[in-house]
């Protein structure tokens, strides 16, 4: 069945560093990719997406990565802000025509001062 | 883009009865969503609503579920006889005609 997961799901790095957080995902048929930031209380906020044709994507401190060959996908964010601190999903559209999004379980990024 | 808005913020029911949440998306999108998220856990889909018709529903959407647009404004998710495990966040999306989907604030349900 479709599912979407994560690798850790707790990650703390120091203020300016760099964090990657990764994602796994089982569905080989999914053709869209997106990443979501949640603060608490607060809606998924979207961050940056890629399509299946596509093997990186650059935003603002931001890039995802997508790996199809062994179904990965990671978010890199660039010199982290306390304002970066959130839990993050990735999310997957996987069955063609299928609108729904299939959410992992999400990561919680702290970053430390 | 502008987001959706949704009310109430948090609702507080007794269990069985029914509660009526609402979502104000803008006049130009065309797909709607409704997911939850239960304390603590990843966000599920629910049900997408296209052209004032379900397009697609998860097994959670039962016949307890409802969604409408009544108005042609206001896009509602009706829970009719509320249990306490529907006890969670319930957030509205919406698109726009391309992949991404952009969510709302949230409602937080609380059954009692």
């Known amino acids: 069945g479709e599912s979407v997961g994560l690798h850790l799901p707790t990650l703390s790095v120091q203020e300016g560093d760099n964090s990657i957080i990764n994602c796994a995902y089982s569905n080989s048929a999914s053709d869209y990719f997106i990443w979501y930031k949640q603060e608490s209380g607060k809606g998924p906020q979207f961050i940056i997406d890629i399509r299946s044709n596509m093997d990186k994507r650059q935003g603002q401190r931001v890039t995802v990565l997508l790996n199809k060959t062994v179904k990965h996908l990671s978010l890199q964010i660039a010199a982290t802000q306390p304002g970066d601190s959130a839990v993050y999903f990735c999310a997957e559209k996987g069955i063609q025509g299928a609108q729904k999004l299939v959410f992992g379980q999400g990561t919680r990024l702290t970053i430390n001062p | 883009e502008p987001e959706v808005t949704q009310t109430p913020s948090h609702q507080v029911t007794q269990m069985g009865q029914e509660v009526i949440l609402r979502c104000v998306p803008i006049?130009?999108?065309?797909?709607f969503y409704w997911y939850r998220q239960i304390l603590g856990q990843k966000v599920e889909f629910l049900v997408s609503?296209?052209?004032?018709?379900?397009?697609?529903k998860s097994e959670i959407f039962d016949d307890q579920f409802s969604v409408e647009r009544p108005d042609g404004s206001n896009f509602t998710l009706k829970i009719r006889s509320t249990k306490l495990e529907d006890s969670a966040m319930y957030f509205c999306?919406?698109?726009?005609?391309?992949?991404?989907?952009?969510f709302g604030p949230g409602t937080r349900l609380t059954v009692l």
């Open positions: 999306a919406r698109t726009s005609g391309f992949n991404e989907q952009f």
């Open positions: 006049s130009n999108h065309l797909y």
């Open positions: 609503f296209y052209n004032n018709e379900i397009s697609e």
